[in-house]
């Protein structure tokens, strides 16, 4: 049968459908927002504002505001940014326009989406640094219990059951194969590997590979900063640092004395909180930016206390260390949102669809100078680390 002129539409939702098969990163993580940015006649401009769930202390007794728990409703809020474009440009005629669907996708479509999904993907991958629960394994292979610590920690912060991943880099999958030998080769699942890298579900979480996840170079601190000061509690913790040692942005530590709490009882776990350096510190540097904030008492109240001055903080992970990261995560801790993007006039060529939370736009037009038909394909993109606990980094090698 003559092959039929592929049209604009039939050209994006291919190119979409490959796409969403290789992102399996930003495939697994929350994309509920990408209808705020495509509202018709109600454009919300390049930001939205996601509200956190609010939080309330308890009472005690039959007394309204007993002990100072009359809650005022503070509506807290992150601010998720559509604002990245990544394309690829092509240069296709006519005559490839006449071929098969699958004969086109398999020569152009699919390398120009699995250079554009490995840029994207790498790109919403830098949010492991938001990240401060971590299992410390480094310098060891990637082992089962280790994945079940961090499950653990998933569940001490109250993520939900559903929508678990634990995505791993290419050292950690070997080695937990090995560990496991055939356990990923659950026969029920085997119909279900409708992602690149997708391995199987066991322990709650469904198993990934991906080729993309970076490294942490820690900083050269090996534990000798100390506290400076009582109280301190926020976002940033001051130091004296008197051997000019250094930290690195997503490098983990714990502070002398500071517990994380249950986060709805307020209760001390007993366990040392962990906190992520949210940027660099330089030789000599005295203030440390920390996520999560210290919070030691009201309804936000995360640990027991502040730091206690004169310490020496924790070092999670040796100095000057190259690691691996593999993550653990519920979706909800991550966000993913595209926007439509505007549709040209008057061009040879043009169809915007959105697949699976996905909006691709594609344009084409003719360069009578050239007699050609450059073409462009385009997502524009944001992400944000909307629930930093509902996540676990898993350090090893």
Not at 46 to 72: F, I, M, S
Not at 134 to 146: P, R, S
Request: proline share 3%; aromatic share 6%; charged share 20%.
């Amino acid at each position: 049968m003559a092959n039929s002129i592929l049209t604009a539409t039939a050209v994006t939702r291919e190119a979409l459908r490959v796409l969403h098969q290789k992102l399996n990163f930003v495939g697994t993580i929350t994309r509920d927002y990408d209808d705020s940015f495509a509202r018709q006649g109600a454009k919300i401009g390049d930001t939205l504002k996601v509200r956190l769930p609010n939080q309330y202390v308890v009472r005690t007794g039959a007394t309204l505001g007993n002990g100072g728990t009359l809650n005022d409703t503070t509506e807290s809020s992150v601010d998720l940014k559509v604002q990245t474009q990544k394309g690829v440009d092509l240069n296709f005629t006519s005559v490839d326009l006449t071929m098969a669907l699958d004969d086109f996708s398999e020569r152009i479509l699919e390398p120009a989406m699995s250079v554009l999904a490995a840029n994207i993907e790498a790109d919403a991958m830098n949010m492991y640094r938001d990240v401060y629960n971590q299992v410390h394994n480094v310098g060891a292979a990637a082992n089962f219990a280790k994945v079940l610590q961090g499950r653990k920690l998933l569940v001490d912060n109250l993520a939900p059951l559903n929508g678990r991943t634990c995505n791993l880099n290419t050292q950690d999958n070997v080695d937990m194969v090995n560990d496991l030998k055939g356990l990923f080769n659950d026969q029920s699942t085997m119909g279900k590997q409708n992602r690149e890298g997708y391995l199987g579900r066991t322990a709650g979480f469904d198993f990934m590979e991906n080729t993309l996840w970076p490294r942490q170079a820690s900083g050269t601190d090996t534990g000798t900063l100390l506290v400076s000061g009582a109280g301190q509690t926020g976002s940033t913790v001051t130091v004296t640092n008197p051997s000019s040692k250094t930290l690195k942005a997503g490098d983990v530590i714990t502070l002398p004395g500071v517990n994380r709490v249950h986060p709805e009882t307020k209760a001390d776990t007993g366990l040392a909180q962990q906190f992520v350096v949210t940027a660099d510190v330089a030789t000599n540097g005295t203030a440390i930016p920390i996520s999560p904030a210290i919070v030691t008492s009201g309804a936000l109240q995360n640990v027991t206390a502040s730091p206690t001055t004169g310490q020496a903080i924790g070092k999670v992970a040796g100095a000057g260390v190259n690691y691996g990261v593999s993550l653990a995560y519920q979706k909800g801790a991550f966000a993913f949102a595209t926007a439509d993007m505007v549709m040209p006039h008057g061009v040879d060529f043009a169809s915007r669809e959105v697949f699976d939370g996905v909006s691709m736009r594609i344009v084409r037009q003719y360069d009578i100078n050239n007699d050609k038909f450059p073409c462009r394909l385009d997502v524009l993109y944001g992400y944000k680390t909307i629930r930093p606990q509902l996540a676990c980094r898993l350090a090893n090698n």
